[in-house]
């Protein structure tokens, strides 16, 4: 994390030299190679060398600096197609997915057909109070099987990288 706070100090430093000399390309090209470089060294890395963004801090970071890097409009393809790159990963880790969707579906299934049957046997019974308990109990269990079995995607990926990653980012 040493290469990480040298970055840190050297951004600083480049930033307060782009405002005093203005729109200098060299000095726009070197921040955003330190901008580039500082995320990378935030991330996780696995044993075999795979940059993973395990954590929600590493996320803002990557995100952070691809943004700042293509906001430079540097003259260096390889460095804009990295930072571009590097978004994507994180709009990509951004993306909800369903786990094992079957059960999911089926007990989301017996969630609303359960919870608007019990509405309809309430209502037709005269029961108002009975019917809004059961309609509360029915969006009460949808809601809890969305929050368990959907899941941002860099979440997944972190928790199967996790017991082989060799270095911890920040």
């Known amino acids: 994390m040493i290469l ?3 970055d840190s100090q050297r951004i600083a430093e480049l930033e307060r030299s782009a405002i005093q000399h203005g729109a ?3 000095i726009r090209r070197e921040l955003a190679a330190v901008l580039y470089r500082r995320a990378v060294e935030a991330c996780s890395v696995t ?3 795979t940059m993973v ?3 929600e801090r590493q996320r803002r970071l990557c995100a ?3 943004r700042r890097i293509l906001e ?3 003259d260096d393809a390889d460095l804009l197609w990295r930072a571009r790159s590097l978004r994507e990963a994180v709009a990509d880790g951004d993306r909800w997915v369903w786990l094992s969707r ?3 579906a089926a007990l989301l299934a017996v969630a609303v057909v359960g919870g608007f049957g019990l509405v309809w046997w309430s209502m037709t019974a005269g029961s108002m109070l009975l019917a809004a308990a059961s309609a509360l109990a029915g969006s009460a269990l949808a809601a809890a099987v969305v929050l368990r079995f959907r899941k941002q995607r860099w979440r997944l990926e972190a928790r199967r990288a996790g017991p082989i990653i060799a270095r911890h980012g920040l």
Do not use: I, K, Q, Y
């Open 4 to 6: 990480f706070e040298e």
């Open 24 to 26: 200098d390309p060299g």
């Open 47 to 49: 044993r075999d060398g």
């Open 53 to 55: 963004m395990a954590s």
């Open 64 to 66: 952070d600096a691809a």
């Open 72 to 74: 430079l409009g540097v």
């Open 102 to 104: 079957g059960p999911a």
